[in-house]
């Protein structure tokens, strides 16, 4: 197993592991002594540690050796407009599965809902790269209106756009076409209740931007975000 853990990493240190994550390696994974887990703190790559179980429901993490050095965190920003809890918790995570370095919660005409949980879009990034054994732990921005976040774009990351309004084209040629220099990538997803054309006239203007169509049907916002994440992650590969 792969834990994130909010401490310095280093040969021979003995961490108290945190009740919740002892009972998790304890009692679910039903792990026992001398037993190898994967530690990683988001900064100083992935250590192995050795499970030292002290009383029933606690145990220590004795750090051992690092198993990875902590690499560059990706460059890919992802802006979406938030969406009912459920959802975005499943957004969120694909997100950072598919290799968003940056979750940009993105406030538009029709977002649902004017707040969003910093902390819990931050702990289902940390679930995904537990899971996925990614190492750079994806920075959370604030949240800003859509001009804001369209006007803090560098003017040669490209941005996709996904609109379910563009042409059914090819996505891959679409993609290959616009990021033939290799330029830094920036995603965006509207909200349930899709753009307000005024919106959709600001992000026409801005230069560097494709739009993309995902196909001929309507998805939601949060199987758009795997559909265009998937599709990124293959054709731009990161
Ligand atoms: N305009 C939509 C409607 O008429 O129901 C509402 C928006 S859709 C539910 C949510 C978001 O997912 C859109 O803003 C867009 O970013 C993305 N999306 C949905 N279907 C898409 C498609 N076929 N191609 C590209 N993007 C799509």
């Known amino acids: 197993p792969r834990l994130f853990i909010e401490a310095d990493l280093a040969e021979g240190r003995v961490l108290p592991l945190e009740r919740a994550q002892a009972n998790y390696l304890l009692t679910v994974l039903r792990k026992s002594e001398g037993e190898p887990v994967l ?18 429901k606690s145990a220590d993490l004795r750090i051992v050796a690092r198993t990875r050095p902590q690499p560059a965190p990706p ?20 997100a950072v599965e598919m290799g ?11 977002t649902q809902g004017e707040r969003i949980k910093l902390d819990r879009l931050r702990a289902n990034a940390i679930e995904a790269a537990e899971q996925c ?8 921005a604030e949240p800003v209106r859509l001009p804001t976040a369209l006007d803090a774009l560098e003017p040669e990351r490209l941005l996709v756009f996904c609109d379910e309004d563009a042409p059914v084209a090819d996505p891959v040629a679409a ?24 919106e959709r006239a600001l ?21 758009a975000a795997v559909a265009v994440m998937a599709l990124v992650q293959a054709v731009l590969g990161d």
């Open 100 to 110: 968003a370095g940056t979750l940009r919660p993105v406030f538009t005409r029709f």
């Open 175 to 198: 993609l290959r076409g616009a990021a033939g220099g290799a330029p830094p990538l920036a995603v965006l997803v509207g909200p349930e209740g899709g753009f307000h054309e005024e």
């Open 75 to 94: 460059d890919l920003h992802y802006l979406f407009a938030p969406l009912k809890t459920g959802r975005l918790d499943y957004m969120a995570q694909k």
């Open 133 to 140: 054994g990614i190492l750079a732990i994806p920075d959370i």
């Open 203 to 223: 992000i026409a203007a801005r230069p560097n931007t494709v739009a993309l169509s995902l196909g001929p049907r309507i998805l939601r916002a949060d199987t």
């Open 39 to 56: 530690l990683f703190n988001g900064r100083d790559g992935e250590w192995r540690a050795d499970l030292v179980p002290n009383g029933r």
